[in-house]
């Protein structure tokens, strides 16, 4: 299987829109009621927003396809720090998500071997991310790649408030 991944450009607004709605939707849907999916499907996917994401440098959307099929993707953003990183340059990974069927075939190691590619590249000194500390998977997947939790934060969905871990990496610079 050759997995394919590249930079997602602003006239792919309608494919980073289905892709993060329909892989949020599979991975959510059953721990949730239908309001708050709802609620909260409409306002992270609104094809409106993706596009301003987009077309905003503070980001970078990767686009993971196999056969010219789009089975995943990753959001990173250099617009949120924590105290813990201090001064040192920390970049997030807003989400990573690869459609069930496709899991467990390294299409998530691809994209992320991307981002920590990015990261590195653009001398960020740290890599972070929330992830529900209910993801068992996403949680080891992290782990894998040397992540280790530094806190915790609440992560609206709808009415319901979450409990996201906070997972940090230090990455090796070009200085
Ligand atoms: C988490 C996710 C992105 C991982 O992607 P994936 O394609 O399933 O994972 P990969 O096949 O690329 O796994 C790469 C490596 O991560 C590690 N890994 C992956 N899943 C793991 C698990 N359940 N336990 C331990 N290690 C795991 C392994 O080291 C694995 O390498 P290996 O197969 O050689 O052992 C994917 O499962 C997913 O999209 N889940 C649903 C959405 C989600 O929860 N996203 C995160 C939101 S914060």
């Known amino acids: 299987m050759e997995i394919q991944v590249r930079k997602a450009l602003p ?28 609620a909260y499907l409409k306002k992270a996917f ?7 994401d987009l077309n905003d440098a503070t980001n ?11 089975i995943g ?22 989400r990573v998500y690869v459609f069930k069927e496709y899991q467990s075939q390294k299409i998530g190691k691809v994209l992320m071997d991307e981002c920590l590619k990015i990261a590195s590249a653009e001398n960020f000194a740290w890599i972070w991310l929330g992830v529900n500390i209910d993801n068992h998977k996403a949680i080891n997947f992290y782990k ?3 992540f280790t939790i530094f806190g915790e934060k609440g992560f609206q969905l709808g009415d319901a408030i979450d409990t996201d871990y ?3 990496r230090q990455l090796i610079t070009n200085n």
């Open 11 to 38: 006239d792919d607004f309608e494919i980073v829109t289905k892709v993060g709605h329909d892989t949020f939707y599979e991975t959510w849907r059953e721990y949730n009621t239908p309001e708050d999916m709802a």
């Open 46 to 52: 609104d094809p409106k927003v993706i596009l301003n």
């Open 60 to 70: 970078t959307f990767l686009i993971a396809s196999v056969n010219d099929k789009v």
């Open 73 to 94: 993707y990753a959001k990173m953003r250099r617009d949120r720090t924590y105290d813990e990183f201090k001064n040192d340059p920390a970049i997030e990974i807003e």
């Open 144 to 146: 894998a790649y040397g």
């Open 166 to 168: 906070l997972m940090k």
